[in-house]
């Protein structure tokens, strides 16, 4: 069995296949898979998994950033901060470039 394979199967076996792979997929569909199938799949879990760790790490960094705010400026509601910098559009697009 390759990388690939493994990876797969433990993400069908614990039903994230829709979310990470777009599509819900079986371990019997993935035992009939070719490899080229296969290697196409663990690239979509690829891109999928680094965009969640990516959103995760920006998310991650907002908080951050409202809780040193707060330090310093007293903020009174940290999580409508965090909700308000999430929904920009401008940070949104050029953290994820």
Do not use: H, P, W
Not at 14 to 38: P, Y
């Amino acid at each position: 069995m390759n990388k690939s394979y493994e990876t797969l199967y433990i993400v069908i076996s614990t039903e994230q296949s829709k979310e990470l792979l777009g599509k819900t997929i079986t371990l019997n569909g993935l035992n009939k898979m070719s490899d080229k199938e296969i290697e196409a799949y663990y690239k979509i879990y690829e891109v999928s998994s680094a965009q969640r760790i990516n959103d995760n790490l920006i998310d991650a960094v907002y908080r951050m950033y409202a809780f040193v705010l707060n330090r310093y400026l007293s903020i009174n509601d940290t999580k409508k901060l965090v909700e308000e910098l999430q929904n920009n559009n401008i940070l949104t697009m050029n953290s994820k470039i």
